[in-house]
């Protein structure tokens, strides 16, 4: 009996002492629904159409992302009791990038979030029920490194440029030759055969009809519609610095792309180790940026495969404390309606079967996407 209860002490002595404790969370979500940014000049969709400009949140994307706020209020100011239920600026900093979908959709994210704040007026009765309002932090779009992937750097520029001019993914390009003539044919642009042609028509038809359910004109017949679709997700990854087409990923493509983010974010995690008081951090952007920064943690395949990061998904990287040092703790939702799944074991570098990764194995492993400086981007 004395070693079952020294085994039951063993067991239990852990759990009433363990100290994990939550310092620090940061979020990155991609903006809620939005129209296409702008279409091919036959298109009977044209800006008009849509009720608000080109790129705009919509209001199911103002819905979207106020139900992912209220989401991350369950988890982090419910559940955990970690970040106050009364907005401060002491507690938490949020950015987005310089794009109005992206400050709306913060803005919207954020009266989610703090829902049961109770900073505002009570006595006006057009003030929209519990809405505090907050700063959004943002810098302007060509200087924002951290969140708009490759923005005015040059040697990402060419690194990309070379990309796509591989054999392999030339052959891929080639692969879709009907899909690009019939583009070309109909389409009123003067298109190249290329890449970014699919990408601009993917962009406008991928929501017409894929969100929107609009019909399209004749000469996008299913075949062509699923065809695109399927070009775009095998191309997209690879476009972007990840590996395919027979290549490696091209680690300094990544790092330029997305590593100012991850440097950043490591920056705030040592900011948070020593102390500074900051609990949330949270940071509006696009799916290029969570496809860049999923790539640059290795774990894009394993999250969402080839697929493009939906509206309002978001990844979280928290760090705790326990015992014998710092972890964190990286995890996904998929959209406005999907809980978060841990995604840390998909970190290359972290231990393979553990929602939690060793602060120094996180710090390793990311060095190679971590840049020197902005004088990466002019590199020859
Ligand atoms: C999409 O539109 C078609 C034709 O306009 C209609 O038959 C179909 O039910 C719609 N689908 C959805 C999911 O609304």
Not at 45 to 73: A, C, H
Not at 136 to 165: F, M, Q, Y
Not at 206 to 212: A, D, L, S
Request: proline content about 5%; some cysteine; hydrophobic content about 35%.
């Amino acid at each position: 009996t004395q070693m079952l209860l020294l085994s039951v002490l063993f067991v239990l002595i852990p759990l009433v002492l363990s100290t994990d404790q939550l310092v620090f969370v940061q979020t990155l979500f991609r903006h809620g629904d939005r129209t296409p940014t702008g279409t091919y000049p036959t298109d009977p969709y044209q800006e008009d159409f849509w009720g608000v400009p080109w790129g705009e949140l919509t209001t199911t994307g103002m819905k979207q992302e106020f139900l992912q706020g209220q989401r991350l209020k369950r988890l982090y100011v419910d559940k955990e009791q970690f970040v106050s239920a009364k907005y401060s600026r002491y507690e938490t900093t949020i950015r987005s990038c310089d794009a109005p979908r992206c400050i709306e959709s913060a803005s919207a994210q954020m009266a989610g979030f703090y829902s049961g704040s109770p900073t505002h007026p009570n006595d006006l009765p057009d003030w929209p029920s519990n809405w505090t309002p907050m700063p959004i932090h943002t810098v302007p779009h060509n200087e924002d490194r951290e969140l708009e992937a490759g923005t005015d750097c040059k040697r990402s520029d060419a690194l990309t440029v070379e990309r796509v001019l591989k054999p392999s993914f030339l052959d891929f390009i080639a692969s879709n030759w009907k899909i690009i003539a019939d583009i070309i044919m109909h389409s009123g642009g003067g298109v190249e055969a290329d890449f970014d042609t699919l990408q601009h028509i993917w962009g406008a038809i991928g929501i017409e009809k894929g969100v929107y359910n609009l019909t399209l004109p004749d000469w996008i017949t299913d075949e062509l519609y699923d065809g695109l679709g399927a070009a775009i997700e095998e191309g997209t990854d690879y476009v972007d610095g990840g590996a395919g087409f027979n290549y490696p990923e091209d680690t300094e493509l990544l790092r330029l792309r997305s590593g100012f983010l991850l440097k950043e974010w490591i920056n705030n995690l040592n900011s948070a180790m020593s102390g500074n008081g900051l609990k949330y951090h949270a940071y509006s952007a696009h799916d290029s940026t969570i496809t860049g920064l999923l790539l640059t943690l290795g774990a894009k395949e394993n999250v969402i495969g080839k697929a493009n990061p939906g509206y309002a998904s978001t990844v979280t990287c928290e760090l705790w404390k326990r015992d014998d040092g710092f972890y964190v703790k990286f995890m996904y939702s998929d959209d406005a309606y999907s809980e978060f799944a841990a995604i840390t074991r998909f970190i290359t570098g972290c231990p393979e079967y553990d929602d939690f990764c060793p602060i120094s194995s996180f710090l390793d492993r990311s060095q190679k996407y971590i840049p020197q400086s902005a004088n990466e981007c002019n590199a020859a």
